[in-house]
């Protein structure tokens, strides 16, 4: 008999599926480890070589609590991830709307410039910000954080949201105002109904960006305001780090956006692909 010969695409599936395989054991091993190490104690945390079989044990997250009160800060994320996705919202969908349906010449220059406004770094507008909070009377709130996240943002917000509405065929809103339907009517009862998918994948990605912006709750915040950012970064001292409290406090602060993410991935990528394919 004559041996079968493996179909000639063979080769080049298995180096993908290795590839891809390899790429992925690269990216969630830090997750893992993160994991293993919430679960031992801080010598079995340092020891060398690493230990991978050790009995598990759960005080570190009884600690992160009694010390540090994990549920406040919690609740803080909470609070400021809705509320600038909320409030981004609410400025996004207009300004998105006007753009996208009542274009002028400077429109395209418009959204280029607050597409630029991402490519600066956040130090950059750290001491404006922080003399206009203390000014204000808003350092260490929730106010000021939720402020500085829906400017933060905006831009994407805003340029999810155009691309979203540009895909609305432009016959269903003239339908609409030939039968005497304004400009509000025309945004509440055609474009909102159409791009609620939109909608939804722009404000879960910008809750996913709000949750875990470390830079801003570090510098405008501390304890009575404090997000989960801040939670974790009280276990970094000058003598040095606590490895297992550290690792209990950063799986307590992730867990619960990853556990959303995963029961929203399908909305986060077609969020994150609006427009690439045509």
Known sequence: MQATKPPSNFLPLTLRTVGAWAVTLILF????????????????????????????TMDNFSEVQRRSDYLLYARN??????????????????????MAFFRTKRTRDILMWMLS???????????????LAQASGLLDSLTALTVVFTLSNLPIMVWMLYTNYKDIPPEILEAARMDGAGIWKEFRYVVLPLSVGGLASTGLLCLVLSWNEAFWALNLVS???GTLATLISQ?????????????????MAIAPIVVFGWFSQKQLVQGLTFGAVK
């Open 117 to 131: 406004t991402k490519m600066m770094p956040a130090v950059g507008a750290l001491m404006p910000i922080y003399v």
């Open 29 to 56: 091993f830090p997750l893992g480890w993160l994991f293993l190490t919430a679960f031992k104690t801080e010598l079995q945390a340092i020891h060398v070589p690493p230990l991978f079989v050790f009995e598990p």
């Open 223 to 225: 304890a009575k305001a």
């Open 77 to 98: 994320s909470l609070i400021t991830s809705l509320g600038s996705t909320l409030l981004g919202l609410l400025i996004a969908a207009p300004a998105a709307y006007s």
């Open 235 to 251: 276990y970094s001292s000058p003598e040095g780090l606590f490895w297992a409290k550290l690792s209990a406090a950063s799986l």
